[in-house]
């Protein structure tokens, strides 16, 4: 199972960024995904969850509404666009199978003016 994250940078406050997770290794279109994040000094937490046909989506609280979980199943690829960014967003974004204890590196997101 490997999973590369990417899109990640430094953004204002306000703005936007659309991020990617490559998928390989295991058959992507029958696994639900989701997106945890981990600022410095807390705790992995979960961001957003997809369903295997992408028709199923839940989103923590903080961020419902502003960030939006999908898949492309033909490009073994799962995306979070991210919209109205504010600093406290800022953290390393990974991408998981639940079915599979595998991480990616992740992707940095900074939001600073």
């Known amino acids: 199972v490997q999973l590369v994250e990417s899109g990640g940078g430094l953004v204002q406050p306000g703005g936007s960024l659309k991020l990617s997770c490559a998928a390989s290794?295991?058959?992507?279109?029958?696994?639900?995904m989701r997106w945890y994040r981990q600022a410095p000094g807390m705790e992995r937490e979960l961001v957003a969850h997809?369903?295997?046909?992408?028709?199923?989506?839940e989103y923590a609280g903080s961020v419902k509404g502003r960030f939006t979980i999908s898949r492309d199943n033909g490009e073994n690829t799962l995306y979070l666009q991210m919209k109205d960014l504010k600093p406290e967003d800022t953290a390393v974004y990974y991408c998981?199978?639940?079915?599979?204890?595998?991480w990616g590196p992740g992707t940095q997101v900074t939001v600073s003016s």
């Open positions: 998981t199978a639940i079915a599979f204890a595998a």
């Open positions: 290794g295991f058959t992507f279109s029958i696994n639900a």
């Open positions: 997809i369903n295997a046909n992408g028709q199923i989506t």
